[in-house]
């Protein structure tokens, strides 16, 4: 399961509350290798500020953002399908990096860069504002115990923040596997001003052909667990 950051009622700056818990943090050392080997051809740093996707990609494009890639398959997968597309990937766990990286450098793909920092800190200091064409977020921690509710990625807040980085018409598109978190971001996204469900009002959409099916996924199919994506369109 990909594991995500986000705060559920502070400002950016004061996050109190992580949807995320660190695990599997430390690299092997052949993964430590790729990351140093590749950072500097695919890496983006938070420290660096805000960028312009033109200057890091050289060329005008539609960007798309993913947040909590996990291993990067499907990233990886998605920006080579797309070559006139730019991809941005986000993820906290330096494993998912030097893999999804490695990946990259494997396959000759030349538009994508990765961010390994806090969601959050990434989409308030250094994206660009109004311009982003999407915004991914497939499978991200349920957080199954109501007590942990709370940790959620999608909340009122964040819907907003992904908002600020989205240019009007993009899309919102997220997929779950828990059908108790379908039915929460369904009731988040359905109450915001900011959006329309891509699909019609209460509504899930087909999963649509751009979004690979991840092991993880496949092996659910096969369990007879069912998935649920929702779109929703920056009015």
């Not at 766990?93 to 969601?119: F, S, W």
């Not at 311009?131 to 509710?149: E, G, I, R, T």
């Amino acid at each position: 399961m990909q594991e995500h950051d986000t705060e559920a009622q502070e400002p950016f700056h004061k996050r109190t509350i992580r949807s995320f818990v660190v695990r599997g943090g430390r690299m092997t050392e052949g993964q430590q290798k790729n990351y140093e080997a590749n950072w500097a051809v695919y890496g983006l740093n938070l420290a660096d500020g805000r960028i312009d996707y033109a200057t890091v990609f050289g060329r005008e494009s539609d960007v798309i953002i993913e947040v909590g890639f996990g291993m990067g398959s499907s990233l990886a997968e998605m920006a080579k399908n797309a070559p006139e597309k730019d991809f941005i990937g986000i993820e906290v766990h330096p494993p998912g990096v030097a893999k999804l990286m490695m990946l990259a450098k494997e396959q000759g793909i030349t538009n994508l860069r990765v961010y390994c920092d806090d969601a959050i800190e990434v989409m308030a200091n250094c994206l660009p504002q109004n311009v982003a064409s999407a915004f991914q977020l497939f499978f991200p921690d349920p957080w199954h115990k109501k007590k942990h509710n709370k940790r959620r990625i999608v909340q009122p807040l964040f819907a907003e923040q992904v908002a600020n980085v989205l240019k009007n018409g993009g899309h919102f598109h997220m997929a779950t596997d828990w059908q108790p978190y379908a039915e929460h971001m369904m009731e988040v996204m359905e109450e915001q001003d900011l959006y329309e469900n891509a699909a019609g009002k209460g509504l899930y959409h087909p999963r649509p052909e751009w979004r690979p099916l991840t092991k993880f996924e496949q092996r659910g199919e096969r369990l007879g667990h069912g998935v649920w994506d929702l779109i929703y369109t920056k009015k």
